[in-house]
């Protein structure tokens, strides 16, 4: 018997008629952008997450970006993440003409070793991205107080775990901006899915596509 890691189809036939009828209303409003649905999915999320506000964006590497340009990252600035992401992480970093440095990650629970981020900062560094991956929060608690110790922003990437508890109490996130990302639970990976990779798609399919022409290469930079 195979057991799928995650069967979305089996849990939308579980919800199947709310989630008809909510499509169904955006569409015959043609309320498509930044409609009610949207400022009412931004409010519940803030509950849900304990937040001041939530904010709606086109992907997580949006958001990503977003949150850095809101705390005025940009050219020359370092921005401590972890090398154990999806490309997106350091692809933003990038992207506003900052530099990634990596710290390596804690080997049990695969996320950012806060123990080896003091080593790692400069005078350039500007914020810390922890990656709270699959479902597990990064250790926040001494990251948050070396940080604020450091006047460094922290910016979770909870893309793999929204909603997830920390020791500490509390859901995600913690920090001074976090995003998420809906299409990790939008994917079956029971079904052939279309490639991420921009094989055939051009350039704007790379861009698309975090930079990557094939599985696992991402060659340059997406533009937004
Ligand atoms: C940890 C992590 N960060 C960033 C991203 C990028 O999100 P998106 O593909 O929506 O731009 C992903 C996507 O899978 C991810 O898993």
New binding site residues.
């Given amino acids: 018997m195979q057991i799928k890691m995650v069967d979305l189809h089996r849990q939308y036939l579980s919800i199947k008629t709310e989630i008809d009828e909510a499509i169904q209303s955006v569409l015959t409003g043609t309320d498509f952008i930044m409609g009610s649905a949207v400022c009412e999915f931004e409010a519940d999320l803030a509950t849900y997450l304990g937040a001041g506000h939530a904010v709606g964006c086109a992907?997580?590497?949006d958001a990503?970006q977003v949150a850095m340009m809101a705390l005025g990252i940009s050219r020359g600035d370092e921005v401590i993440t972890s090398p154990f992401?999806?490309v997106?992480?350091a692809e933003t970093i990038a992207l506003l003409g900052a530099s990634p440095v990596y710290v390596d990650i804690d080997a049990k629970t695969y996320n950012l070793d806060v123990q080896q981020i003091a080593a790692r900062i400069t005078s350039r560094t500007k914020a810390i991205i922890p990656?709270h991956?699959y479902g597990q929060p990064a250790d926040l608690a001494p990251l948050l107080t070396l940080a604020a110790e450091r006047g460094l922003k922290v910016i979770e990437?909870t893309?793999?775990a929204i909603g997830a508890r920390c020791h500490s109490g509390g859901t995600l996130p913690h920090g001074d901006g976090a995003w998420i990302?809906e299409?990790?639970s939008t994917r079956n990976p029971g079904r052939e899915q279309p490639p991420r990779h921009a094989a055939g798609r051009g350039a704007q399919g790379q861009a698309a596509a975090s930079g990557s022409l094939d599985r696992g290469t991402h060659s340059h930079c997406a533009s937004l």
């Fill in positions: 992907s997580g590497t990503l992401t999806f997106a992480t990656v991956l990437d893309a793999q990302e299409k990790v």
